[in-house]
């Protein structure tokens, strides 16, 4: 059997000052937004810190050398709609040729299970090494699924990226997909009885898109 992962936590003191920002309620929509695609990027460093690199001989104004670079056909970002496109900016500035692939899903408020209404991957997406986006990590139903999809399209390696987890949501991605990498910049204390995050932000899609 395959050894659970525990999940990355940033531990920057500065994630945690702009996570106090992005917790508080009279932060606006402009604000929030661009916080959201700063702690991406730093959630994004800290996944690809596996990454293999590729040696190239290029020519500095000094002369040759031999550098190391990033190749970035290999990877894919995979934002769940809405809110984990409010991630896109953040890790895009780290890998820009990286392919996007969406995947639609919203959750039923009452039963708390997410609903998929679209789906669309790169052609190659099997070949990529592929890092889902979405901020808010609540029960798992979504970022489960989403996985779930990948897998059945053929794709063998998954890591998921979030602002805020919850400990039901890490323990459900531990049990469901043993081999996925939680990278977030925090694990909050636990859902409340309508599956929002406490402490939490709040709903990050209607706080990112200024929605509600
Ligand atoms: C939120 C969030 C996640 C999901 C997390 O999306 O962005 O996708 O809930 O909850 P879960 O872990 O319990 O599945 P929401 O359904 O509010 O849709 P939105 O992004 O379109 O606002
Ligand atoms: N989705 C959100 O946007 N926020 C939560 O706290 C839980 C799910």
Do not use: W
Request: proline fraction near 5%.
């Amino acid at each position: 059997m395959q050894k659970k992962m525990e999940p990355v936590v940033l531990t920057n003191p500065l994630i945690k000052h702009k996570l106090a920002i992005i917790r508080d309620k009279k932060t606006g929509t402009k604000e929030f937004r661009e916080i959201i695609g700063e702690i991406a990027t730093f959630l994004c460093y800290e996944a690809l810190q596996d990454a293999r690199l590729e040696k190239q001989e290029i020519e500095t104004p000094m002369g040759k050398t031999i550098v190391q670079k990033l190749n970035e056909n290999n990877y894919a970002f995979v934002p769940i709609l809405r809110a984990g496109t409010g991630m896109l900016d953040g890790v895009i500035n780290v890998v820009p040729n990286a392919k996007i692939g969406h995947v639609g899903l919203y959750r039923n408020e009452e039963t708390l299970k997410p609903v998929r209404y679209y789906y669309k991957m790169p052609k190659d997406i099997q070949n990529r090494e592929v890092i889902v986006l979405d901020p808010m990590l609540a029960t798992g139903g979504s970022a489960s699924d989403t996985i779930t999809m990948l897998k059945e399209d053929g794709v063998t390696k998954i890591k998921f990226l979030c602002i805020i987890a919850a400990p039901e949501g890490i323990e459900k991605i531990k049990v469901e997909h043993p081999d996925v990498q939680i990278y977030t910049a925090s694990i909050d204390e636990k859902l409340n009885e309508i599956g929002y995050i406490v402490p939490g932000l709040g709903d990050a899609g209607d706080r990112i898109f200024g929605t509600k």
